[in-house]
Each structure stands twice: as C-alpha cells, then as structure tokens.
C-alpha cells in the first residue's frame, strides 16, 4: 500500500543572490516528498510559492496532514494547486516508474527527452551589472538569456545586455512592473534591441489592463497562469509559463500544455529557484515548449548529485528522478 513517508524542509544556499522586481533572495527553501509502497520509494521536491504566501513549512505540513487516496488524478480535486501538491505528485510519479522499472516518459506517453536549450537569468541590477553578467553567462555558452525588469529603466538595461551578449537571443520578465506604462510603447522599444517576449507585464487579477495592447512582441502570462482553469481569461496574452509549482504537479502541467497549444497559446515553460529533482520532472514538459527557462537549479551554490548537467547552454538529463528520466 502506498503511503507518504515523509515531507521536510530543505534549505540550498543562491550562487550570490537572485534580484527580482520583489526583491533579492540569498536562499531557497524547499520541500521534499517521499512516498513508498513497502518495496519502492519515490521523492518529488517543491518550492513554496512566496508570491501568492506559500511558505516550505506549510506546504510540509500539508503533505504530512494529507489523508485522501494517493492518486494523481484524486490529488488535483482533493488538494490545492501549489508546491505542496507539486511534491506529492512528482513523488508519486516516480514511485510509479520505479515499481514499473519503465522511465515517467514513457508512462505519460512522451518522447525520450533529449538535451535542451535553457534560458540564463539575468537578474535585475544597473545596466553595468547587467551587462556585466550577460557577458559572463554568454561566455558559457548560453543563447537564451532571461532578463529581469523593474518597469524603470528597463530599456537602458536591455541595450546594456545586448552590448554585453550581441548574439544572444533575449526575452524580459515585467514580473507584473509595467502595469502603469504603456505597454504596446515599452514592448516596441525592446524590440528594437532585439527582445523576442516579454513576461507578465501586468499585475495577476487585472489582465484586463491588456485588452486592445497591440505589441509588437508576444506578451506571456506566468502570474496570471497557474492551471487549465485560468486559460479562459487569458485570450489576450499569446503564451502561458507553466511552472510545476503553480500548477501543482507533473499531471496538471502535462494537461496545461495540451490544452494550451489546443487553443493556441505558446508554451514556456518555466521553474522556481530549486535543486535539480524538482526541475527534471519540467524538463519533461518542456519538450514541447516554444520557451525553456530551467536554470532554477543552475542559480544555486551547489545541485543535488546526479543533478541536470549543463553544457553550451544546453541542459542534459540527470538520474535524480523518474527512473534515469
């Protein structure tokens, strides 16, 4: 019979700090899922969603607190979406794999998934650091750099990033900054520097500030996105950023994609600061996004090992999760 056997709270130190709109962080605390059914074990991991007041703690304390059937498709009515959810039903996944001894691709009926093209955060500084940190992360091979904005200045720190990185391709992420500006004017003048997206630009609840935006660039929702329920408000963006712990796990992420390209949205798909064994379960669903943004991992001091390696830019699949997924 299969039970939870635990959920704890780990702390992983940031590789300097990550600087958003909202501020800086130093560290990421996560959560751990282990599942068993007396012969395997399964784990998953989530990061609290601290936007919306998830805290690890608490979503430990709901995972301990869970008394519903352990099943995947019972766990999206019986639980809320959010990190806690997300832990579980990765745990759960991977228990299914291990006693299966067949990898979460091919239960969930995917392609073997290969190496991918990640993003590289750029985190909100001056022009200089920015450029600065740009140079640095094309240096490693990165092609897709992910910039931080503030809503001021932005367009001196996008120019500041492609003096640093000319041959990058570059997307922003507002994180809800721009909703006062003129959006169509702000998205036109980054791409004039060669920005290919712009990030919710506009603050979660009031996506109405879009309607009759003409821009030139797609303008994605990531705050706004959290699973299939949301997409009928969403018909003036042109992209969603499907994020585990939004949506709460691998199964309603995989749902999300599908539904999302069904009605014709493009996919990013995109991770919270984490280790490894919660980024490898949205490798999967990111073979079939327009956007890859899965350098969660990458931004800490130190990964798990057997983590995502990283090569060029391109992120190889570890042996963390998922039976060698």
Known sequence: MTRILSATVERWPVAGAFIISRGAKTFVDVVICTVGDGEHVGRGEGTAIYYEGETAEGCAAAINAYAGPLDREVLLEAMPRGAARNALDCALWDLESKRAGRPVWQLAGLLEPGSLPTAFTISLGDPARMEADARAAAARGFGLLKCKLTGEGDQER???????????????????????????????????????????????????????????????????????????????????????????????????????????????????????????????VAQVADWIDLDGALLLAEDRPGGLAVQDGMLHPGTLWGLGQ
């Open 158 to 284: 996008i120019a500041a990033v492609r003096a640093g990185a000319p041959g990058a391709r570059l997307i922003v992420d507002a994180n809800e900054s721009w909703h006062d500006l003129d959006i169509a004017a702000e998205a036109d003048a980054l791409a004039a520097l060669g920005v290919e997206m712009v990030e919710q630009p506009v603050r979660h609840g009031e996506e109405q500030r879009l309607v009759g935006v003409a821009a030139r660039l797609p303008l994605c929702a990531d705050e706004s996105c959290h699973t299939r329920v949301d997409l009928d408000r969403l018909g003036d963006f042109d992209a969603i950023n499907i994020k585990l712990d939004k949506a709460g796990g691998l199964t309603e992420a995989l749902a999300l994609a599908r539904e999302g390209r069904a009605r014709g949205f493009r996919i990013m798909v995109g991770c919270m600061l984490g280790t490894s064994l919660g980024i490898a379960p949205a490798a999967l």
